[in-house]
């Protein structure tokens, strides 16, 4: 057993966290752009793309993220790929995250009144000018409140990429119990960590939907 100082704990823990804000980027930012052309396609595309989409999205909300990690790192070494954990972990929690995203905004833009669709024919849009111009700015303000408080989703899952190898906030956590044997205060230390990151965005979601949907929703 290591002697370490609080600090020598909070200050690899904050090391390590880093890595996990970084991930969480990766993950919804590139999710994010898969999920808009899913959902595209997924609204006007052929009765097939439709289909394949409807199966992938399924697939992943269907499947644990902890086997598509498996999948997605030694997977490909069976294949023989040499993946890191860092390539495994983004790609898997990118497809993921982009399922989830492709529902959520498919949802609200059939939640836009079908007079809007209407509409735009009268005036000879077709579906990319009407998506453009008269749908999507009004679904984009339904899926603002929905999209960020599934962030936190994303965040949390992160802490899976730990048991491919990837070091984040959990894996360090777990590498300084090893070495220390504190795992009270470790442990709650890597909690709140999640929470600082999580809490915010939470706040924030609420306050969206507040804002957005009326004073009504608590």
Known sequence: MTDFTLWDIVRNLLLAGRWTVVLSLIAFIGGAAVGLVLTLLRMGGLKPIRWLIRLYVDVFQGTPLLM????AYFGAAVLGFDVSAWTAASVALTLFTSAFLCDIWRG???????????????????????????????????????TVGFSVQVIKGTALASVIGFVELTKAGTMLN???????????LVALGYFILCYPLSRYARYLEKRLYGAGIR
Request: net charge positive.
């Open 68 to 71: 598509q990690l498996f999948l």
């Open 108 to 146: 609200c833009v059939e939640a836009v009144p079908s007079g809007q669709w209407q509409a735009s024919r009268v005036l000879g849009l077709n579906y990319l000018q009407s998506m453009r111009h008269v749908i999507l700015p009004q679904a984009l303000r339904l899926a603002v409140p929905p």
């Open 178 to 188: 090893n070495a220390a044997f504190a795992p009270f205060t470790i442990f709650a």
